[in-house]
């Protein structure tokens, strides 16, 4: 009698709570939060140095598998996007220097990497789930954000979103 209980709370609160963490933080096409970033090689970026670029945010951490199987794409995708316009930046949220940078000795990554003390954006996006991914376009609008893996032709389709075609999607 006790469990029936509980689920019929539970079950409740579990929807309650996801309904308000989807509607937590920026909307949709609403302008981007202000913001300022530092990469770990130095390079600054705000609302004012993306103008007229997309940008992909990406929140990862080093104990997110999620994370480290989406890497080599999302990478991958921001190479191949970085002449049209597009900045990567992979904030990692809430780990040391001293983490990451044993972890990207053994995962290199080829982006631009920030460290969440060296930007405002992890609290302005709500990351406690990982990854999640932040498109914001060449109007500084955001143009879509996708909590959780799905894979490189989601994460395509989000980038579309901001207003940027990537060599896969021209082939189809």
Known sequence: MAARISHRVTIPCVWILASVCALAGPKDKEPAPRFNAITTT???FNNETIKGKVVLLEFW??????CADEAAFVDKIGHELANKGLILLAIDVGESKKTVKKYLEQHPR?????MMEDTNLAAMYQANVYPIYVVI?????????QRGAAGEEALRS??????MESADDDAN
């Open 110 to 114: 080829n982006c631009k990497i920030v």
């Open 61 to 66: 951490t080093t104990w997110c598998g999620f």
């Open 42 to 44: 130095g390079e600054r």
């Open 158 to 163: 989000l980038i579309a979103r901001g207003g």
């Open 137 to 145: 376009d060449r109007d500084g609008n955001i143009a879509g954000t």
